[in-house]
């Protein structure tokens, strides 16, 4: 097999990440004969220097033909000038919209090894392994109209429009599904259908999935607001939970504080199952950005980066076997006491990106 990769470093400590993957796609094509092929396109401010936009229509066209890409970050201060169109960001929308990556994965683990450092007490986020499947691509941010309207009389109307339909809930909701069943075999659903039609269909179409084609999968709802409270009061019950775009951005980010540093956390963005080939579109990415403050420092935390690749090996190749190596190298070397500044702690040896890479590849 061939397995064909993008990688788009970006900017600041993105290229600092994207270098410590490399060394373990090298280990897994020498030693597993995983036949990864990669090739290397601009995106952000990178590709705004080059060619004037934030990804060009070629780099766009090797995105869609790769069978997976993985980002690294895009921004920073030279860029804030940029008219809208043209910044950073817009690179990563355009990524998201022509892929069509309608579900967002993102896991909240804590590392045994960093409990400590969690904003909450320890015992409520020790191994805690929860994955939160966001859709990306309807909802509030996208429904029209969308407009802020002039009444005249010194008032004006913001209009936002949520709509969701059934084909959108019924994606999202297989995403999470299947999901479960890689892991634990639970999923709760969050809307607010006490209040929302939205969250009426929500409920109704997640349900009927459910019980047609998933009845081995455990499902429960949630109102989002008791979801949120219960993120942060005993976050353990979870492990796949399924919300729309406006709540999942928002407890994403509540679950991310669960776990310590944002130099932790990765991401998959997927698209729909192509029924001819089986295969889907997909982008990895860890969550966060690009750290302009410790950017060419040699000291950014590669291991959201490299957690990305591990979600690439599940999701886009159901190389579960190297997924699972990957992430317990990740686990040992932290258990080891190997720490990048952002998640040092008293006792540990605190490395650079490198250095960090090398453990996890050693591992
Ligand atoms: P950020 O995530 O880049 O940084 C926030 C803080 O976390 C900084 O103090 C940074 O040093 C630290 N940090 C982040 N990743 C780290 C890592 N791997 N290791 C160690 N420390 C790490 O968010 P910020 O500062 O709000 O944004 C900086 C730039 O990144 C902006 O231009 C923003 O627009 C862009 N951005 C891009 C994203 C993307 O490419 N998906 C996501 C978020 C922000
Ligand atoms: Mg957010």
Redesign the pocket.
Known sequence: TTRKLLLLP?D???PE?MGEVSKIIAILNDEAAAGFETETGLV?GAAYDAHGAAISDADMARATAADAVL???????KWDAVPYDLR??AG?LRLRKEMALFANLRPAICYPALAEASSLKRELVDGLDILIVRELTGGVYFGSPKEIVDLGNGQKRGVDTQVYETYEIERIARAAFEAARTRHGKVTSMEKRNVMKTGVLWNEVVSRIGRDEYPDVRLEHMLADAGGMQLVRAPKQFDVIVTDNLFGDMLSDIAAMLTG???MLPSASLGAVDAATGTRKALY??????????AGKG????I??IASFAMMLRYSFAMTREADALEAAIAGVLEAGTR???IMAPGCRQVGTTEMGDAVAAA
């Open positions: 970006g600041g400590i993105g990440a952000g980002f690294g970050a895009v921004g920073g201060p950073p960001e990563l540093s944002l130099g990415e860890p969550v966060h950005g690009s750290a302009p403050d410790i000291i950014a935390n590669p959201a980066m990048t500044g952002d």
